[in-house]
């Protein structure tokens, strides 16, 4: 009769909490390279959703423009664009919680809608950290700056908080942005120069 000597070796507990701390360990190191990846892409995904509202934005402002049938002009702090006899488009900054605004009215001699008619830009208050528009035949600079030959032109600058979301910032972060806009690297300033179709609007913006 043969008797088996091969004994099963148990689990020591030395050996269990060994593997225990390897498993720990390697869980960690997962979860943290899963934590990047998934804040990476989260971060990719923030500045694509601003680059897509900002060409929005910009698209929207450049296809009204040019095809407004007069010279734009400001009024109560609205930018007016006449695209019709009885269609003005309006674009209005709200400076308090820095966002955009659009609205219409019948012409422009009709009084101007109220904010809470007028549709907002996608963004978060506080995404567009300043906007501002300058009008050729306002200022002395255009032909000098751009060296067109037609002083016809309509300039738009927008600076956005280009890598994250605004209101996921603490106060001190948006209070830091705000006093240092110029020198924030996380701050994109975009611009267009925009020249009129409409023919007559070439012609009242040279008188």
Known sequence: MKINNNKKKAMTMVELIFTMVIFVLLSGSIYQ??????????????????????R????SLRNDIRNAIKKPEVFNGKLNV???????????????????????KEGETAPDPDISEMRPFMF??????????ALSYHTNYAASELKL????????????????????????????????MDEDERVKTFFMVITPRKVNWLLQATD
């Open 82 to 104: 006449t695209v019709a006899p009885n269609q003005t488009i309006l674009y209005y900054f709200d400076e308090t919680n820095r966002r955009l605004y659009k609205g219409f």
């Open 56 to 59: 929005i934005i910009m698209a």
């Open 149 to 180: 030959n037609s002083r016809v032109w309509c300039k738009v600058i927008m600076k956005v908080l280009y890598t994250e979301k605004y209101d996921k910032l603490s106060e001190e972060e948006k209070a830091s942005i705000m006093e240092n």
């Open 124 to 133: 978060n208050d506080g995404q567009i950290l300043a906007f501002d528009y």
């Open 33 to 54: 390279i899963f934590r990047a990846v998934n804040m990476t892409f989260k971060h990719s995904q923030d500045k694509l959703d601003i680059l897509q509202t900002t």
